[in-house]
């Protein structure tokens, strides 16, 4: 309950912000949308916009659907806790980064997890595909899994809400590092023993691989290097699990122009 909590508080914190801004609020609907329609929010996109976005009738909203594009459009609440929405033009804005960066994350303590999801997709990444190492504190399986998995993407969703991205990047079922297949093109793993060079690989898609909180084990740095991984070293100070990860793709943007 405590770590729900602490999830919780990282979206409000998020969204309180995003209101001091004035900015339009922006709501994902997970449904084909049309320009100069009417539709009804589903029940829990209803409820966040009338019971914790607090809006009224006539307030203006923005919607997009995950799928690229968004809609300006204007709410109605014609009853408790139900929503309609009147769509306006389509606008095709796109806020993705430059690079496909694709995090490896390995799993960490729920926190930590999650507070790395949320700014990995906040810097622009387009999946991140939890791994299982030797040396994770979290183990996951069934019933358990599938939860955390629904709540990651939750979390992933709310963060594009927040940041403006109008595509909501996937998140993938955790697997065994073993079992983990490298895709083709440029590969990043995140080691204090690395020797590459991040500006010599800011180049997209990429896959940027980073360990738990102790690391990767000898072995899999090996089984990653021979999935043909390059090793980063990122400076002389050794980088915690949730820091390491979105330098990586700050440096990596910034490097790419994004910034």
């Known amino acids: 309950m405590r770590r729900r909590l602490q999830a919780d508080r990282l979206g409000l914190h998020a969204l309180n912000e995003y209101l001091k801004q004035g900015r339009v609020p922006r709501l ?56 309609l929405a009147e ?21 960490s303590t729920s926190d930590k997890m999650d507070f790395t999801i949320q700014k990995a997709v906040e810097l622009g990444a387009v999946a991140i595909h939890p791994v299982f190492s ?35 990047p996937e998140i ?24 590459s060079r991040l500006a010599d690989l800011a180049k997209g898609p990429l896959a940027v691989a980073a360990g738990p909180e102790a690391g990767f084990n000898g072995e899999e740095e090996k089984l990653l290097l021979r999935a043909g991984f390059a090793a980063v070293r990122l400076g002389p100070r050794i980088l915690r699990t949730e820091t390491a990860a979105l330098a990586a793709l700050a440096a990596l943007n910034a490097l790419a122009g994004d910034f």
């Open 28 to 83: 994902f609907v997970d449904a084909e949308l049309q320009p100069q329609a009417s539709l009804e929010l589903p029940e829990a996109v209803a409820h966040h916009a009338v019971r914790v976005l607090r809006l009224r009738e006539g307030d203006t909203v923005v919607l997009f659907n995950g799928r690229g594009g968004e809609f300006d459009a204007r709410i109605s609440i014609p009853g408790r806790d139900r929503a």
């Open 87 to 107: 769509t306006g033009e389509f606008r095709g804005t796109e806020r993705e980064s430059p690079l496909a960066v694709t995090l490896v994350q390995a799993i």
């Open 134 to 168: 030797a040396k994770s504190v979290v183990r996951l399986s069934g019933e358990r899994e599938a939860k955390k998995l629904a709540h990651w993407r939750r979390i992933a969703i709310a963060a594009c809400e927040q940041c403006g991205r109008n595509r909501i």
């Open 172 to 195: 993938r079922e955790p697997v065994a590092l073993d079992r983990y297949i490298a895709p083709a093109g440029l590969k990043v793993l995140l080691s204090p023993s690395g020797t």
